[in-house]
């Protein structure tokens, strides 16, 4: 079993649709949750981070962690053809390295 | 978010050679850099871990002769890519992490060998 499992997609939705992404991942230990986008042919953009279970809002982002199911999702609001672009969760512990889900590619039609 | 300089951008060298590729913390003091590298429409391949003045550790697979790191200030890192071959064309990120958890990508460099 990878230690970070995150649907490969792609996922296509309308303009204003609410999108939800998610990964799951089997060691308990971790602690850090984030989220990255990246476009094509740049570096991943951090967008969100959480510590340990909870929920955190920015904008039209929401990021939740729920350790106890090792489920981590990030939800995008009114969707706008700017987010698309490919996601990818990440997690580690402190002092180590993250550890990344391969990546989903988002479009989001006009 | 704290930023990562990257450059170059992008380069085109002829195989037998060499190339260096720095990133930069900004505003930040990166006391861990990360170097990756990514293949099309592929996930990120974590390539080595470098501590500011130590020596940088490579993952399985990855040779160290090849893909030298310097990391020996806390806001500079480079990578250099010894005798390159069109094989090691891709697309390499760093990314740096201070004192908290987060990491900060650079750009990314598009190396490609003729």
């Known amino acids: 079993q990878k230690e970070v499992e995150q649907d490969p997609g792609p996922l296509s939705v309308p303009e204003g649709a609410i999108v939800s992404l998610n990964c799951t991942y089997s060691?308990?230990?971790?602690?850090?949750f984030m989220w990255y986008r990246q476009y094509s042919r740049k570096g991943p953009e951090l967008l969100m981070y959480?510590?340990?279970?909870g929920n955190k809002e920015d904008g039209r982002f929401t990021a939740q962690v729920d350790k106890s199911s090792k489920y981590i999702s990030l939800f995008i609001r009114d969707s706008q053809p700017s987010d698309s672009a490919t996601y990818l969760c990440a997690m580690g512990v402190a002092n180590s390295k993250l550890t990344f889900g391969k990546g989903i590619t988002l479009s989001v039609r006009p | 978010g704290a930023v990562v300089s990257q450059h170059p951008s992008r380069v085109i060298c002829k195989s037998g050679t060499s190339v260096k590729i720095e990133c930069r913390s900004l505003d930040f003091q990166a006391t861990t850099m990360f170097w990756y590298r990514q293949f099309p429409k592929q996930s990120l391949m974590l390539m080595a871990t470098s501590n500011e003045g130590s020596k940088a550790t490579y993952e399985q697979g990855v040779e160290k002769d090849k893909f030298l790191i310097n990391h020996a200030s806390l806001t500079l890192s480079t990578l250099t890519v010894t005798s390159a071959h069109p094989e090691d064309s891709s697309f390499y990120i760093c990314s740096g992490r201070g004192r908290v958890a987060e990491a900060f990508f650079g750009q990314g460099t598009r190396l490609t060998v003729v």
């Open positions: 060691n308990s230990a971790f602690q850090y």
């Open positions: 959480t510590y340990s279970s």
